[in-house]
């Protein structure tokens, strides 16, 4: 990858993603604001371009609209910080958004994160290509009493080169765990035994296999209960699928090479 742009209102967070993409080989230009950025537009064309979601003046999406634009192909990877807005599944199609990278996450797992992101687009087929895969030596378990919902996820990861197991209930969920999956994606709202239920449970039995929540309720205690009992992330409904896949992979690959 050539030039990518860096768009935060942080010295920090510019100053440790500069450093970062500089020893990959990557050629970083950076701006501290939505206003900033258009006007490196006007004479850079980046490969990609790292956006924060909330800065002053201009946020993330007012400026990944006006970059639109002016150029409406270059990857988009927007930075989310705690207490962000969330952005809904069909804005940030509109917006042509490769990804969403959850600042949160920590530093290690913040840059784990970009780098998926940022290989996925340098390894991006053409229109008659299929979609890159990354095999990963194990299964992915998902939960979820809503057929729809497994049909997405099976289909989506599935897509991707892992193999899915899917299950309906908390208590299939348990036996399912025989089969040694490397990561579980886990519906809160189930019949019989909860997501949290489930969750807790799992961590007793298997303490290393790392749970993402998912749900239709974001609720601040909710989401807390859920992190406090060992779940790895919280996503809510509806989710957008390629943030989904670089949580689950960055988890997965860190487990792998840890």
Do not use: C
């Not at 942080?10 to 450093?19: G, S």
């Not at 996925?120 to 057929?147: H, K, N, Q, T």
């Not at 998912?214 to 957008?240: C, H, I, M, R």
Request: charged share 25%.
């Amino acid at each position: 990858m050539a030039n990518v742009l860096i768009v935060d209102d942080e010295t920090a967070v510019r100053e440790v993603l500069y450093d970062w993409l500089s020893r990959r080989n990557h050629t970083p230009l950076t701006a501290n604001s939505g206003a900033q950025a258009l006007e490196m537009l006007k004479a850079q064309r980046p490969a990609a371009i790292l956006l924060d979601i909330t800065m002053p003046g201009m946020s993330g999406p007012e400026a990944a609209k006006k970059i639109r634009l002016v150029d409406d192909a270059v990857p988009i990877v927007l930075l989310h910080g705690g207490g962000d807005p969330d952005i809904s599944a069909a804005e940030l199609k509109r917006l042509g958004i490769a990804g969403v990278i959850r600042k949160e996450l920590g530093v290690e797992l913040f840059l784990k994160s970009l780098d998926l992101v940022l290989r996925r687009l340098e390894e991006a087929p053409g229109p008659a290509e299929a979609p890159a895969a990354v095999r990963v030596p194990g299964p992915l378990l998902v939960v979820d009493d809503e057929p729809g919902i497994l049909r997405l996820l099976s289909s989506f990861f599935e897509s991707r080169g892992m193999r899915v197991i899917t299950v309906a209930s908390g208590e299939e969920a348990l036996s399912a765990l025989a089969k040694k999956p490397l990561a579980v994606l886990l519906d809160m709202t189930m019949p019989g035994m909860d997501g949290l239920m489930t969750l807790k449970k799992i961590k007793t039995a298997h303490p290393a296999t790392p749970v993402i929540m998912v749900s239709g309720v974001g609720d601040e205690s909710t989401v807390q209960e859920a992190l406090d009992s060992g779940a790895y992330d919280y996503v809510t409904k509806p989710f957008n699928l390629e943030y989904l896949e670089t949580v689950v992979l960055t988890k997965i690959l860190l487990g792998i090479e840890g």
